[in-house]
Protein backbone atom coordinates (compact mmCIF):
# COMPACT_ATOMS: atom_id res chain seq x y z
CA UNK A 1 0.00 0.00 0.00
CA UNK A 2 2.76 2.30 1.28
CA UNK A 3 4.50 1.78 -2.52
CA UNK A 4 1.24 2.40 -4.32
CA UNK A 5 0.03 5.40 -2.88
CA UNK A 6 3.50 6.34 -2.48
CA UNK A 7 3.74 6.75 0.96
CA UNK A 8 6.88 5.21 1.95
CA UNK A 9 9.91 7.65 3.51
CA UNK A 10 11.91 6.76 0.74
CA UNK A 11 9.36 7.61 -2.37
CA UNK A 12 8.66 11.01 -0.33
CA UNK A 13 6.06 9.91 1.71
CA UNK A 14 4.98 11.65 5.14
CA UNK A 15 6.74 9.89 7.87
CA UNK A 16 2.90 10.09 9.82
CA UNK A 17 1.25 8.23 6.88
CA UNK A 18 3.45 5.33 6.93
CA UNK A 19 3.08 5.20 10.22
CA UNK A 20 -0.56 5.28 10.38
CA UNK A 21 -0.18 2.39 7.70
CA UNK A 22 1.97 0.44 9.78
CA UNK A 23 -0.27 0.74 12.67
CA UNK A 24 -3.13 -0.65 10.49
CA UNK A 25 -1.35 -3.46 9.47
CA UNK A 26 -0.36 -4.38 13.15
CA UNK A 27 -4.38 -4.02 14.20
CA UNK A 28 -5.62 -6.12 11.21
CA UNK A 29 -3.01 -8.71 11.48
CA UNK A 30 -3.31 -9.29 15.15
CA UNK A 31 -6.85 -10.84 16.58
CA UNK A 32 -6.66 -10.05 19.90
CA UNK A 33 -6.01 -6.29 18.53
CA UNK A 34 -8.90 -6.59 16.12
CA UNK A 35 -11.32 -7.73 18.60
CA UNK A 36 -9.72 -4.71 21.10
CA UNK A 37 -10.32 -1.72 18.18
CA UNK A 38 -14.42 -3.33 17.28
CA UNK A 39 -14.91 -2.95 21.07
CA UNK A 40 -13.51 0.40 21.14
CA UNK A 41 -15.30 1.36 18.06
CA UNK A 42 -18.64 0.26 19.02
CA UNK A 43 -18.13 1.93 22.48
CA UNK A 44 -18.03 5.32 20.63
CA UNK A 45 -20.62 4.59 17.97
CA UNK A 46 -23.51 2.34 17.93
CA UNK A 47 -24.59 0.04 15.14
CA UNK A 48 -26.94 1.97 13.24
CA UNK A 49 -24.09 4.84 12.66
CA UNK A 50 -21.52 1.92 11.91
CA UNK A 51 -24.03 0.62 9.34
CA UNK A 52 -24.94 3.96 8.40
CA UNK A 53 -28.84 3.82 8.98
CA UNK A 54 -30.84 5.52 11.91
CA UNK A 55 -34.21 3.64 11.58
CA UNK A 56 -37.01 6.69 12.26
CA UNK A 57 -34.76 9.39 12.32
CA UNK A 58 -35.78 12.31 10.64
CA UNK A 59 -32.90 14.41 9.03
CA UNK A 60 -32.62 17.86 8.07
CA UNK A 61 -29.83 19.90 5.84
CA UNK A 62 -28.38 23.25 7.06
CA UNK A 63 -31.05 25.46 5.88
CA UNK A 64 -33.48 23.46 8.38
CA UNK A 65 -35.49 21.55 5.65
CA UNK A 66 -36.21 18.06 5.71
CA UNK A 67 -34.05 15.70 3.58
CA UNK A 68 -35.27 12.41 2.53
CA UNK A 69 -34.55 9.30 5.02
CA UNK A 70 -31.69 7.38 3.98
CA UNK A 71 -32.62 4.23 2.52
CA UNK A 72 -32.01 0.93 4.89
CA UNK A 73 -28.95 -0.25 4.77
CA UNK A 74 -28.22 -3.35 2.53
CA UNK A 75 -24.73 -5.25 3.06
CA UNK A 76 -22.79 -5.37 -0.34
CA UNK A 77 -21.27 -8.36 0.33
CA UNK A 78 -24.21 -11.43 1.22
CA UNK A 79 -21.93 -14.03 0.76
CA UNK A 80 -18.68 -15.08 2.15
CA UNK A 81 -16.25 -17.55 3.85
CA UNK A 82 -17.38 -17.72 7.59
CA UNK A 83 -13.99 -18.37 8.84
CA UNK A 84 -12.11 -16.08 7.05
CA UNK A 85 -14.95 -13.52 5.70
CA UNK A 86 -13.00 -13.71 2.46
CA UNK A 87 -16.25 -12.58 -0.04
CA UNK A 88 -17.07 -14.32 -3.30
CA UNK A 89 -19.94 -14.03 -5.81
CA UNK A 90 -23.46 -14.73 -4.31
CA UNK A 91 -24.29 -16.93 -7.56
CA UNK A 92 -21.23 -18.72 -7.39
CA UNK A 93 -22.18 -22.82 -7.81
CA UNK A 94 -21.01 -24.39 -4.62
CA UNK A 95 -20.48 -28.15 -4.73
CA UNK A 96 -19.56 -30.35 -1.90
CA UNK A 97 -16.03 -30.19 -2.38
CA UNK A 98 -15.72 -26.54 -3.05
CA UNK A 99 -13.03 -24.99 -0.82
CA UNK A 100 -12.51 -21.31 0.27
CA UNK A 101 -8.82 -19.95 -1.90
CA UNK A 102 -7.60 -18.27 0.79
CA UNK A 103 -8.12 -20.08 3.87
CA UNK A 104 -8.84 -23.84 2.56
CA UNK A 105 -12.19 -23.69 4.75
CA UNK A 106 -15.44 -26.04 3.07
CA UNK A 107 -18.14 -23.47 1.67
CA UNK A 108 -20.55 -26.53 1.40
CA UNK A 109 -23.26 -25.88 3.52
CA UNK A 110 -24.46 -28.95 5.91
CA UNK A 111 -28.27 -30.44 5.02
CA UNK A 112 -29.40 -30.77 8.75
CA UNK A 113 -30.38 -34.54 9.31
CA UNK A 114 -32.44 -35.91 11.82
CA UNK A 115 -30.13 -37.64 14.00
CA UNK A 116 -33.09 -40.31 15.59
CA UNK A 117 -32.07 -42.11 11.75
CA UNK A 118 -29.89 -44.33 12.95
CA UNK A 119 -29.36 -46.21 10.18
CA UNK A 120 -28.19 -43.46 8.35
CA UNK A 121 -25.05 -44.42 6.62
CA UNK A 122 -22.16 -41.52 5.42
CA UNK A 123 -18.75 -41.38 6.63
CA UNK A 124 -16.60 -44.90 7.38
CA UNK A 125 -15.94 -45.58 10.92
CA UNK A 126 -13.81 -43.72 12.81
CA UNK A 127 -11.38 -44.90 15.19
CA UNK A 128 -12.07 -43.83 18.65
CA UNK A 129 -10.15 -40.41 20.15
CA UNK A 130 -9.38 -39.39 16.57
CA UNK A 131 -7.30 -36.25 16.56
CA UNK A 132 -8.33 -32.99 15.37
CA UNK A 133 -6.49 -30.01 14.36
CA UNK A 134 -8.59 -26.77 14.84
CA UNK A 135 -8.20 -23.07 14.24
CA UNK A 136 -9.95 -20.01 16.13
CA UNK A 137 -8.50 -16.98 14.20
CA UNK A 138 -7.66 -15.70 11.28
CA UNK A 139 -5.16 -15.67 9.57
CA UNK A 140 -3.99 -18.69 12.10
CA UNK A 141 -1.79 -17.87 14.68
CA UNK A 142 -1.69 -21.75 16.46
CA UNK A 143 -3.40 -24.45 15.54
CA UNK A 144 -4.84 -26.11 18.67
CA UNK A 145 -5.69 -29.62 19.26
CA UNK A 146 -8.85 -32.08 20.35
CA UNK A 147 -9.80 -35.40 20.52
CA UNK A 148 -13.17 -36.44 18.97
CA UNK A 149 -15.47 -38.24 21.44
CA UNK A 150 -18.57 -38.01 19.54
CA UNK A 151 -19.90 -37.50 16.15
CA UNK A 152 -22.96 -37.04 14.42
CA UNK A 153 -24.01 -35.71 10.63
CA UNK A 154 -24.82 -32.58 12.41
CA UNK A 155 -21.79 -31.69 14.90
CA UNK A 156 -19.15 -33.28 17.42
CA UNK A 157 -17.99 -33.45 20.65
CA UNK A 158 -14.28 -33.31 21.16
CA UNK A 159 -12.13 -32.56 24.34
CA UNK A 160 -8.88 -29.96 24.29
CA UNK A 161 -7.26 -27.53 27.04
CA UNK A 162 -8.55 -24.58 24.81
CA UNK A 163 -12.00 -22.55 26.32
CA UNK A 164 -13.88 -21.56 23.52
CA UNK A 165 -16.83 -19.29 23.72
CA UNK A 166 -20.64 -20.28 23.03
CA UNK A 167 -21.29 -19.52 19.06
CA UNK A 168 -17.43 -19.03 18.37
CA UNK A 169 -17.11 -19.89 14.53
CA UNK A 170 -14.28 -21.96 14.06
CA UNK A 171 -12.36 -23.97 11.24
CA UNK A 172 -12.21 -28.18 12.07
CA UNK A 173 -9.50 -30.05 9.93
CA UNK A 174 -8.81 -34.23 10.25
CA UNK A 175 -8.60 -37.28 8.31
CA UNK A 176 -12.14 -37.48 8.64
CA UNK A 177 -13.51 -34.20 7.66
CA UNK A 178 -13.09 -30.56 7.41
CA UNK A 179 -15.28 -27.73 8.61
CA UNK A 180 -16.38 -24.39 9.88
CA UNK A 181 -18.68 -25.28 13.38
CA UNK A 182 -20.41 -22.37 15.17
CA UNK A 183 -19.60 -23.85 19.34
CA UNK A 184 -23.08 -24.77 20.93
CA UNK A 185 -21.39 -26.01 24.38
CA UNK A 186 -18.21 -25.41 26.31
CA UNK A 187 -18.02 -27.83 29.39
CA UNK A 188 -14.96 -28.05 32.41
CA UNK A 189 -14.06 -31.17 32.38
CA UNK A 190 -13.20 -33.15 35.68
CA UNK A 191 -9.89 -32.45 37.78
CA UNK A 192 -6.69 -34.35 36.34
CA UNK A 193 -7.64 -34.44 33.07
CA UNK A 194 -5.33 -33.50 30.32
CA UNK A 195 -7.85 -31.89 27.89
CA UNK A 196 -9.48 -29.74 30.24
CA UNK A 197 -12.67 -28.76 28.19
CA UNK A 198 -15.38 -30.53 26.40
CA UNK A 199 -16.51 -29.03 23.59
CA UNK A 200 -19.73 -29.49 21.51
CA UNK A 201 -19.69 -27.86 17.92
CA UNK A 202 -22.59 -27.63 15.01
CA UNK A 203 -21.33 -27.75 11.59
CA UNK A 204 -22.00 -24.92 9.51
CA UNK A 205 -20.06 -26.16 6.04
CA UNK A 206 -18.69 -29.55 5.75
CA UNK A 207 -16.65 -31.54 3.59
CA UNK A 208 -16.15 -35.12 4.06
CA UNK A 209 -12.84 -36.72 3.24
CA UNK A 210 -14.66 -40.54 2.65
CA UNK A 211 -18.13 -40.80 1.36
CA UNK A 212 -19.39 -43.89 2.91
CA UNK A 213 -19.59 -46.25 5.86
CA UNK A 214 -21.26 -45.41 9.37
CA UNK A 215 -21.21 -43.29 11.97
CA UNK A 216 -19.78 -44.23 15.38
CA UNK A 217 -22.66 -42.10 17.48
CA UNK A 218 -25.55 -39.83 16.72
CA UNK A 219 -25.54 -38.65 20.07
CA UNK A 220 -23.43 -35.46 19.20
Known sequence: MMKKLAQHPDLGGEHWNSALINEAKAVLTDPAKRVAYDHELMEIYDLS????????????????????????????????????????????????????????????????????????RAVARIEKQQEIGFFIYWPPQKRYLGQIQDLSPNGLLFLTDQQLSRDQI???????????????????????????????????????????????????
Not at 85 to 105: A, E
Not at 192 to 209: D, P, S
Open 170 to 220: IKIDSKVLSATARVASCRKQGPGLKMGYGIGVEFVTLQFQRSQGTFVSMKA
Open 49 to 120: KLSGFCQGQQRYDQTGERVSPPEQYKPIIKSYCLFCKNPYRGDYHILPDTICPQCKSPLYPVKKMNTGESSQ
